[in-house]
């Protein structure tokens, strides 16, 4: 393993957020405190608890999921899709590193940048509304899981977008729904059966149900279920990645 | 001199069926300097870029300190450094982080001392915490070039170093190269300038069409060059070079009509005024004399314009 090469990549990447520290944080604070004044003060005062959770204390953990989510693809899709952009991709590709060496620099940064994020919402969260996390470790162990797996979509999108236009044309239309559409408002058991049974298809689902469980230990699924489906998540990013790094995919020619 | 790239059979065909390269053998020895020369498209990026891992190769080999570039691809391009021909900086970014990032990902270890070194050397020291994007266009491919070194590559390749370059930054650049020489670097460099070539390359290839046409020593060709030839055309085409004429300097153009006399322009006496006097003597009658000198443009041009037929 090239580790030298690994702390520089993620050394280089982490840079640009520094550079642009302030508006990283501003823009998910800002809006999660959106998001807790509408859902949880203004709908909130009419829904009086969810699973003998106060709406607003409900919504935390799918707050910090739809923020770290989006995140983490926007970074890691963002820090591969530039090189590729202005062409500094030639040194990556003239480097002796090799594919897990280039994920590992990227998506760890990606997915740092993203849990940062997740942790000054979490602490924003603690302003609006009072709440005990029950499950500590298990909650930060979902965090970073949901960080790097999306991270490692990210760098698939960024891979594979030939534009910018692509580049946010997947979070638009399938990331944002599925996380809207996964429980972040509401317990999936609040739907009518039909769409109860097709909220099971949506991944985020489980994402968020674990989440929510390592906070007030109620889940939507089992949390077996929801450590199954993100193991196997990320082993299907780690495969893709790994055949467009052996075919070259829309990246050596 | 051990041989340190071994390119053999190299082949590359892109998607859309062009042939970049057919089928291309070069050996490049261990410690020398090479300038590929070529027209436009001739392929000199496609051979750099298939030996640094950037195309892979439809089929051949290259070999890079005995490493195969595929199978052993961490030793073979750990050895290399590529300056490319395209300005590619991250704008945002500062002068030595990018500098330090090039060497990191070569996996060597932080080295402030040389990082400092190369960048005094290319006058880019005081420039060293501006964003990339406040640079000129030529300090930023003297940022290209500290990429490139800062991992201490054994073989360098420098794709059109000097296109749209100022002088001071060419002299810079040749200055360097002769230290990367001293302390045993293989350099490529391919340019469309022939006098950069003459002026700091051992061998040269010329390459057009994907095809290597010549590749030969410095001091061969510019001894061709060096030859001057004089044609001395007669009112009144012969048949055979009279007797009293008669040298190995000395032959009859095909259709008789003109003496083509080659000499060194460099040599003390030129024999010239012996020439015109013998030819006087023989009773020729001069209609017209004309000189002229093959370099090594008129050589390459000929090599290109032989690859151009059916």
């Given at each position: 393993?090239?580790?030298?090469?690994?702390?520089?990549?993620?050394?280089?990447?982490?840079?640009?957020?520094?550079?642009?520290?302030?508006?990283?944080?501003?823009?998910?604070?800002?809006?999660?405190?959106?998001?807790?004044?509408?859902?949880?003060?203004?709908?909130?005062?009419?829904?009086?608890?969810?699973?003998?959770?106060?709406?607003?204390?409900?919504?935390?953990?799918?707050?910090?999921?739809?923020?770290?989510?989006?995140?983490?693809?926007?970074?890691?899709?963002?820090?591969?899709?530039?090189?590729?952009?202005?062409?500094?991709?030639?040194?990556?590709?003239?480097?002796?590193?090799?594919?897990?060496?280039?994920?590992?620099?990227?998506?760890?940064?990606?997915?740092?940048?993203?849990?940062?994020?997740?942790?000054?919402?979490?602490?924003?969260?603690?302003?609006?509304?009072?709440?005990?996390?029950?499950?500590?470790?298990?909650?930060?162990?979902?965090?970073?899981?949901?960080?790097?797996?999306?991270?490692?979509?990210?760098?698939?999108?960024?891979?594979?977008?030939?534009?910018?236009?692509?580049?946010?044309?997947?979070?638009?239309?399938?990331?944002?729904?599925?996380?809207?559409?996964?429980?972040?408002?509401?317990?999936?058991?609040?739907?009518?059966?039909?769409?109860?049974?097709?909220?099971?298809?949506?991944?985020?689902?489980?994402?968020?149900?674990?989440?929510?469980?390592?906070?007030?230990?109620?889940?939507?699924?089992?949390?077996?279920?929801?450590?199954?489906?993100?193991?196997?998540?990320?082993?299907?990013?780690?495969?893709?990645?790994?055949?467009?790094?052996?075919?070259?995919?829309?990246?050596?020619? | 001199?051990?041989?340190?790239?071994?390119?053999?059979?190299?082949?590359?065909?892109?998607?859309?069926?062009?042939?970049?390269?057919?089928?291309?053998?070069?050996?490049?020895?261990?410690?020398?300097?090479?300038?590929?020369?070529?027209?436009?498209?001739?392929?000199?990026t496609t051979l750099i870029s298939t030996v640094c891992g950037i195309t892979t190769a439809t089929s051949g080999s290259v070999k890079v300190g005995g490493h195969d570039t595929v199978k052993d691809f961490r030793a073979a391009r750990s050895m290399i450094g590529l300056v490319p021909q395209e300005i590619n900086l991250e704008p945002f970014e500062k002068v030595q982080n990018t500098v330090k990032f090039s060497r990191g990902l070569f996996g060597?270890?932080?080295?402030?001392?040389?990082?400092?070194?190369?960048?005094?050397?290319?006058?880019?020291?005081?420039?060293?915490?501006?964003?990339?994007?406040?640079?000129?266009?030529?300090?930023?491919?003297?940022?290209?070039?500290?990429?490139?070194?800062?991992?201490?590559?054994?073989?360098?390749?420098?794709?059109?170093?000097?296109?749209?370059?100022?002088?001071?930054?060419?002299?810079?650049?040749?200055?360097?190269?002769?230290?990367?020489?001293?302390?045993?670097?293989?350099?490529?460099?391919?340019?469309?300038?022939?006098?950069?070539?003459?002026?700091?390359?051992?061998?040269?290839?010329?390459?057009?069409?994907?095809?290597?046409?010549?590749?030969?020593?410095?001091?061969?060709?510019?001894?061709?060059?060096?030859?001057?030839?004089?044609?001395?055309?007669?009112?009144?085409?012969?048949?055979?070079?009279?007797?009293?004429?008669?040298?190995?300097?000395?032959?009859?153009?095909?259709?008789?009509?003109?003496?083509?006399?080659?000499?060194?322009?460099?040599?003390?006496?030129?024999?010239?005024?012996?020439?015109?006097?013998?030819?006087?003597?023989?009773?020729?009658?001069?209609?017209?004399?004309?000189?002229?000198?093959?370099?090594?443009?008129?050589?390459?041009?000929d090599l290109v314009h032989e690859g151009d037929a059916p």
């Amino acid at each position: 393993m090239n580790w030298t090469a690994v702390k520089s990549i993620y050394v280089f990447e982490m840079a640009r957020f520094f550079r642009t520290i302030t508006q990283s944080f501003i823009s998910p604070v800002l809006s999660t405190s959106l998001y807790f004044v509408v859902f949880g003060a203004a709908i909130g005062s009419r829904i009086q608890e969810v699973e003998g959770v106060s709406y607003g204390a409900f919504i935390v953990p799918g707050l910090i999921m739809l923020s770290v989510i989006t995140q983490s693809i926007s970074n890691a899709s963002f820090g591969i899709y530039f090189p590729k952009f202005i062409g500094t991709i030639f040194e990556l590709l003239s480097a002796p590193v090799n594919f897990l060496e280039i994920v590992m620099g990227y998506v760890g940064a990606a997915a740092t940048k993203a849990l940062f994020i997740g942790v000054i919402i979490l602490a924003t969260a603690f302003l609006f509304v009072d709440f005990e996390i029950q499950h500590p470790f298990a909650m930060v162990g979902f965090l970073v899981l949901t960080c790097i797996s999306f991270a490692l979509m990210g760098f698939i999108i960024g891979i594979w977008a030939g534009n910018f236009e692509q580049l946010q044309l997947v979070p638009l239309l399938i990331i944002t729904p599925l996380v809207f559409l996964g429980g972040s408002f509401y317990s999936i058991s609040m739907l009518p059966p039909v769409w109860q049974i097709i909220s099971h298809f949506n991944p985020v689902v489980y994402l968020i149900s674990g989440f929510r469980w390592s906070f007030f230990g109620s889940a939507d699924v089992s949390i077996g279920l929801s450590l199954f489906a993100i193991a196997g998540f990320t082993t299907l990013c780690m495969a893709v990645i790994w055949w467009i790094f052996k075919t070259g995919w829309r990246i050596r020619q | 001199m051990p041989l340190i790239v071994d390119v053999v059979a190299l082949r590359k065909a892109y998607a859309g069926g062009f042939e970049a390269l057919k089928g291309v053998d070069l050996q490049i020895e261990e410690g020398e300097i090479l300038a590929l020369l070529g027209p436009n498209g001739a392929g000199k990026t496609t051979l750099i870029s298939t030996v640094c891992g950037i195309t892979t190769a439809t089929s051949g080999s290259v070999k890079v300190g005995g490493h195969d570039t595929v199978k052993d691809f961490r030793a073979a391009r750990s050895m290399i450094g590529l300056v490319p021909q395209e300005i590619n900086l991250e704008p945002f970014e500062k002068v030595q982080n990018t500098v330090k990032f090039s060497r990191g990902l070569f996996g060597k270890s932080a080295n402030p001392a040389l990082i400092e070194k190369i960048l005094r050397q290319l006058s880019l020291w005081d420039k060293r915490d501006s964003q990339i994007r406040e640079l000129s266009g030529g300090m930023k491919r003297r940022v290209l070039i500290a990429k490139a070194l800062s991992h201490e590559p054994r073989v360098l390749f420098l794709d059109e170093p000097t296109a749209g370059v100022d002088v001071e930054l060419r002299r810079d650049m040749w200055e360097i190269v002769a230290e990367l020489k001293r302390d045993g670097v293989t350099i490529i460099l391919t340019t469309h300038y022939i006098e950069e070539a003459e002026a700091i390359a051992d061998r040269i290839g010329v390459i057009a069409q994907g095809e290597i046409l010549l590749v030969e020593e410095k001091s061969k060709l510019m001894a061709r060059m060096g030859k001057k030839e004089l044609e001395v055309q007669l009112s009144e085409p012969i048949l055979e070079i009279p007797a009293s004429l008669a040298s190995d300097t000395l032959r009859l153009k095909g259709d008789g009509s003109a003496l083509i006399y080659s000499y060194d322009t460099k040599s003390e006496r030129t024999g010239i005024t012996k020439l015109l006097a013998d030819v006087a003597a023989a009773g020729l009658v001069l209609r017209d004399v004309v000189t002229r000198q093959s370099s090594l443009e008129d050589i390459f041009v000929d090599l290109v314009h032989e690859g151009d037929a059916p």
